[in-house]
């Protein structure tokens, strides 16, 4: 079974500086898929960003990125630029290729952006 | 617009009193599922459904029933519901191909058993 780690339950930073969440995740798998879903105070869940294990590349949307170490089964989040409205819960999540389309997530991480 | 559409946003009820939980969605997806969010646990598939009239049990169904016969609607049915089921839940959907494929949540519904 696969298990996602999310080690840091809160974080904060100061806006415009840059935060780096941590998550780890155990899998015999060789093919899949890596998340960071957001989730606001609105409770909805926003995709962040996707990653293909397959790929080397780091994925990156904007002030988000990753830092994918498939061999040290890491992926971490780059917020750069802290807006306040970056103020949320962040999940990562798992997903094997070809199963289910089962995501199994991390237990979350709450991140605080300072005014 | 393309949406996932939950209702009730909020639900109180008492234990033992059934209920279902109505999920939508209007982008002809094959796949969706249900998942229960609590606190330091993170989100857990209850069920999931890869077409009409196809459901499979996820990682925590005890005390759930879903139907899918139709497409486009994913109802979660509580039988006889119990506090332990007092959570925060997602219904999701998305095309499916070989996995990977973006899910779309709904809004989400926050149950509470009395």
């Known amino acids: 079974a696969q298990t996602v780690t999310q080690s840091q339950p809160e974080m904060s930073v100061q806006e415009a500086e840059t935060v780096t969440l941590s998550c780890t995740y155990d899998?015999?798998?060789?093919?899949?898929?890596l998340f960071w879903y957001k989730q606001p105070p609105s409770r909805q869940m926003i995709l962040v960003i996707r990653?293909?294990?397959?790929?080397?590349q780091n994925a990156t949307e904007n002030r988000f990125s990753v830092n994918f170490q498939k061999a040290a089964k890491s992926f971490s989040l780059k917020i750069s630029d802290s807006q306040l409205g970056d103020t949320a819960m962040y999940f990562c999540?798992?997903?094997?290729?070809?199963?289910?389309?089962?995501?199994?997530f991390g237990k979350g991480i709450t991140l605080s952006v300072r005014p | 617009e393309a949406q996932v559409t939950q209702n009730p946003r909020y639900l109180i009820t008492v234990t033992g009193k059934k209920l279902t939980v109505t999920c939508s969605q209007n982008?002809?997806?094959?796949?969706m599922s249900w998942y229960r969010q609590d606190p330091g646990l993170g989100l857990r598939q209850i069920y999931y459904?890869?077409?009409?009239?196809?459901?499979d049990k996820g990682d925590v169904p005890e005390g759930y029933k879903v139907s899918r016969k139709e497409k486009r609607n994913f109802p979660l049915i509580l039988e006889s519901p119990s506090p332990n089921q007092t959570s925060l839940y997602f219904c999701?959907?998305?095309?499916?191909?070989?996995?990977?494929?973006?899910?779309?949540f709904g809004s989400g519904t926050q149950l509470s058993v009395l």
């Open positions: 999701a959907s998305s095309l499916y191909r070989d996995g990977g494929e973006k899910l779309f």
């Open positions: 899998t015999s798998e060789s093919n899949y898929y």
């Open positions: 990653q293909e294990a397959y790929k080397q």
């Open positions: 999540a798992f997903m094997m290729a070809g199963a289910n389309s089962k995501l199994t």
């Open positions: 982008m002809n997806h094959e796949y």
């Open positions: 459904s890869m077409n009409v009239e196809v459901t």
